[in-house]
């Protein structure tokens, strides 16, 4: 493709988003879009995707630009002003490539030329923009924001705002840490440990993983390596009865079935049957044989009630805003009219709730969200705790040494008890998780 066909690819593709009734993920539309037109090669993708996310990662800024143009973001002017204030084109060159040939976009308009003499030569950032615009952060979220980060919150959003590296999640049950790092030299992807799973690896820029023997063989698995951590915090062990009660695609239930070594039994529980669907295909490559697939009807489903006091544990990993996972999603922040945060959180409560029945006296349950903001974690357990007084907070110090004790604790995780992580800070997914403990039932005389 040209570099003028490629431009024309990415309008299109934000064209079709903004024409839905929801805003649908970015990473979704483009892959229809893309095995729609297999003609495309490889390296038109990549600068496909590249100009597309680049629009998401630097919205705010390109907003700002456009406002103070007169001008209105729709698909094209947002890649004209991508194209001028990121990728730093001057005008002479935009113009070359919306001269309407072939596949290339049809020329300015005088309205988008005016557009483009003014921002030609602009740099990205300004200093009369306000702070949360050059820190890429919307309006909905800035509060919850600012209140959960304090004085590092424009460092971490400039975090959130960079690409993510690719993490790994080694599957004991097929192989170690060092085999894996071997068979993916063997492919020509040079890995390193982690820094603080002991199950994980970090690899060096972002290669093409689906053709190696590594990840078809089911030795490894692309995990975050906050998501590591957090499977690990549930302290599940062989011969356990343990619960993943929103599972989605399966990716920390397979963990849970690697820590089990395949002993024991797994629950992968989830409202979506869809994406519980895709764990079948995983968990068969993954070797893991004590997997329960339990699609439920809503999370006050029958079954929840059936199985009260069963499970020595239960990981309710919660549907949440996201914001710690901005890095790979840049498009979730600018969903079309915000989100609602109260019916987020009411929906929150009612999962941990009902997940809470399924934990045994003496079992442990770990509520986590890949969200920041503490309208999500703190206050959802802290809301918890005060009606359910059988349950008490397992500081992250307390129960870090036995769960993980030939790893590091990450530097400043143990906020308040609860297990904190940032991408400013450690290098990871933003996550929050409580380890919430059941007491023993009281004996009487």
């Known amino acids: 493709m040209t570099p003028g066909a490629r431009i024309t690819a990415a309008i299109e593709v934000l064209e079709i988003i903004r024409a839905g009734d929801t805003l649908a993920p970015a990473d979704s539309v483009l892959g229809d879009y893309l095995r729609q037109r297999r003609y495309i090669g490889s390296k038109d993708r990549t600068a496909i995707a590249a100009m597309i996310y680049g629009t998401y990662r630097n919205r705010a800024r390109i907003n700002w630009w456009l406002d103070h143009a007169r001008s209105k973001p729709r698909p094209r002017t947002l890649m004209i002003a991508y194209l001028l204030l990121v990728e730093r084109m001057d005008a ?9 040939y072939h596949y290339n976009q049809q020329p300015l308009e005088k309205p988008e030329s005016v557009l483009a003499d003014r921002l030609a030569g602009q740099s990205l950032d300004h200093p009369d923009m306000p702070e949360a615009v050059r820190g890429e952060c919307p309006g909905w979220a800035e509060a919850g924001l600012r209140a959960a980060l304090g004085e590092r919150f424009l460092e971490e959003m400039a975090a959130l705002n960079k690409e ?3 993490d790994l ?3 004991t049950l097929v192989g170690t840490r060092e085999e894996a790092i071997a068979a993916l030299a063997e492919d020509g992807i040079f890995a390193k440990p982690s820094l603080y799973s002991p199950i994980g690896l970090r690899l060096s820029g972002r290669p ?6 590594a990840l078809k063989s089911g030795l490894v698995e ?3 390596e906050g998501s590591q951590l957090l499977a690990l915090l549930v302290g599940a062990v062989p011969g356990m009865q343990v619960v993943d009660f929103c599972a989605g695609a399966g990716g920390k239930t397979l963990a849970l079935a690697a820590q089990m070594q395949n002993k024991g039994r797994i629950v992968a529980a989830d409202v979506n ?3 519980l669907e895709r764990l079948a295909l995983r968990q068969r490559r993954a070797a893991a044989h004590n997997i329960e697939r339990r699609p439920l009807a809503t999370e006050r489903d029958p079954w929840v009630k059936r199985h009260k006091d069963k499970f020595d544990r239960v990981l309710v990993d919660a549907p949440c805003t996201g914001t710690g996972t901005w ?3 840049p498009d979730a922040k600018w969903g079309r009219g915000g989100i609602d945060l109260a019916e987020l959180t009411a929906l929150q409560s009612e999962i941990l709730d ?4 399924l934990v045994r006296p003496g079992g442990r349950l770990v509520y986590a969200t890949c969200s920041l903001l503490a309208a999500e974690n703190e206050d959802r357990v802290a809301a918890f705790l005060a009606g359910h007084a059988e349950f008490r907070l397992v500081p992250l110090s307390e129960a870090w040494p036995g769960l993980l004790p030939d790893a590091p604790m990450p530097e400043a995780a143990d906020a308040g008890g609860y297990l904190r992580l940032s991408p400013a800070r450690h290098g990871t997914d933003g996550f929050v998780a409580a380890i919430l403990e059941r007491q023993p039932a009281t004996e009487t005389a």
């Open 92 to 100: 002479k060159q935009l113009r070359a490539l919306f001269d309407g």
């Open 164 to 166: 993510a590296a690719t």
């Open 169 to 171: 999640r080694v599957n």
């Open 208 to 213: 093409a993983l689906g053709g190696t023997k």
């Open 222 to 224: 692309v995990q975050d």
């Open 273 to 275: 049957a869809r994406r």
């Open 327 to 329: 890095r790979r999603n």
């Open 354 to 357: 009902s997940a809470a029945r």
